[in-house]
């Protein structure tokens, strides 16, 4: 003896359904009648629009001077999270360097970083950065604490991953050469972690800003 179940599901047409929270709603299924499971925005979308997605750069101003070596423990920016135990983590999503003046003729940059665990007294908000929202929010009202050229964040020698390089760079003016890193989430920074950044270059010469996004997000972790 067989056994059949039968699924009933809405046909969707063009337009994108828009529902109202709470309720029961059918399963929906093109005109093929392929399941559909997702109704939601583009992921970054869908993401940001909850409102706690947020971008930070060093000011132009505090440019700093590339290193020519590995760094040790030195941070350029660093990003703080200042949850409490069993608060939100931070997902990084996006990294980058910008020159601001122009370096060395033929010179080559690589982006770094690196993810701090738990354990290290958060250091001193800097302001020689800003942070912005990335919904529109006029102001920042999370618990993130950005340090900048410090050395007590955590950092260790030897954990710098490459997030990036620029190639060769012009012979000549460089100015606004720079490096955009779309990590996507690979990196999580738990309560009390920090995610930190560098840039080290092959010839000594000229200045950048280091900038980052990412989402407040509260999940289980493993």
Request: proline share 3%.
């Amino acid at each position: 003896m067989s056994i059949s179940s039968q699924i009933f599901a809405s046909v969707r047409q063009g337009a994108r359904a828009l529902f109202a929270s709470g309720g029961v709603q059918t399963l929906q299924q093109n005109q093929g009648g392929d399941l559909l499971t997702s109704f939601v925005l583009p992921e970054r979308s869908e993401l940001v629009r909850l409102g706690n997605s947020y971008g930070a750069q060093i000011k132009e101003a505090n440019a700093f001077t590339l290193l020519i070596t590995i760094p040790t423990t030195l941070a350029g920016l660093a990003l703080q999270n200042g949850e409490k135990s069993g608060g939100k983590s931070y997902l990084i999503d996006r990294c980058w360097y910008k020159n601001v003046t122009t370096t060395a003729a033929a010179n080559y940059v690589s982006l770094l970083g690196q993810v701090i665990i738990p354990g290290t007294a958060l250091v001193a908000d800097s302001a020689n950065k800003t942070i912005q929202s990335l919904s529109g929010k006029a102001t920042y009202g999370g618990l993130a604490q950005i340090a900048l050229a410090s050395t007590a964040v955590g950092a260790l020698a030897d954990k710098w991953f490459v997030l990036g390089t620029t190639g060769s760079q012009p012979t000549s003016t460089s100015i606004a050469a720079g490096i955009e890193a779309f990590v996507y989430g690979r990196y999580l920074v738990p309560p009390q972690g920090t995610f930190a950044l560098n840039a080290q270059e092959a010839v000594s010469g000229g200045t950048g800003i280091l900038g980052i996004e990412w989402h407040e997000v509260q999940c289980d972790l493993g």
